[in-house]
Each structure stands twice: as structure tokens, then as C-alpha cells.
């Protein structure tokens, strides 16, 4: 189905944002259908566990490789 906007997010021990992240982007999206993609680099916090209660998000975990 397509969709009229991608997000890709990259998070490292983001546990304390990302919920607001969550909320913010749904609302600032209003009628426009969206694909979330988080990129997540390898948290040690509970970030992945945060982002689980997102269905609608595809979560890539990685390793913490630095950012480029």
C-alpha cells in the first residue's frame, strides 16, 4: 500500500524520547499515511522494549558503530 511520507529515525538510549517522539510525529501527520522505520544502535537502556508497544513501527536493531 503506498504511503505518502517515510520517517527513519535513528535512536541510541533514547528511552526517555521516544514516546514523545511517537506522539508528536502521529499528531504533526495529521491525514497522511506514513511508514516509521527506527534504526535502533544497539541501546543498553530500554528503548527497544519502549518501541515494542509501537506496532506500527518496523525497529531495526543494530550494533553501535558509530554515526556517518
Given amino acids: ?6 520517517v527513519v529515525i535513528v535512536t541510541y538510549n533514547s ?3 521516544i514516546g514523545r517522539l511517537m506522539e508528536t510525529l502521529g499528531a504533526g ?4 499515511t ?5 534504526v535502533d544502535n544497539g541501546s543498553t537502556d530500554h528503548t527497544m522494549q519502549r518501541l515494542a508497544e509501537y506496532q506500527h513501527v518496523r525497529v531495526i536493531a543494530s550494533t553501535n ?3 556517518a
Fill in 15 to 17: 528511552e526517555g524520547e
Fill in 34 to 38: 506514513a511508514e516509521v522505520i527506527v
Fill in 29 to 32: 501527520l495529521g491525514e497522511l
Fill in 1 to 6: 500500500m503506498p504511503v505518502d511520507v517515510v
Fill in 65 to 67: 558503530v558509530g554515526y
